[in-house]
């Protein structure tokens, strides 16, 4: 259930971010930012082009939707 509410309010980011057209280094800040004060740990994110998400979960969208910001735990 936390992971639930924790990728709700990273969406919700994202969302935000895509309408200001964040640079991918910002957001993927912001979203480390969040993640560290919500306790999580041990994960990764990084910024791919559009569709080339093999495995993670999209959290961000980024350089005018371009480019997502995939994160894996481990």
């Known amino acids: ?3 639930l509410v924790l990728a ?3 969406l919700s980011l994202a969302g935000t971010a895509l309408a200001a057209g964040k640079p991918c280094d910002e957001l993927k800040g912001e ?5 560290d004060a919500n306790g999580v740990a041990h994960y ?4 791919v082009d559009k569709g080339a998400a093999a495995d993670g979960k ?7 939707g371009t480019k997502e910001i995939v994160y894996k735990r481990g």
């Open 8 to 10: 709700a309010a990273l």
């Open 31 to 35: 979203i480390a930012a969040k993640l």
């Open 44 to 47: 990764s994110l990084e910024v």
């Open 58 to 64: 999209v959290v961000g969208s980024c350089e005018a």
């Open 1 to 3: 259930m936390k992971n």
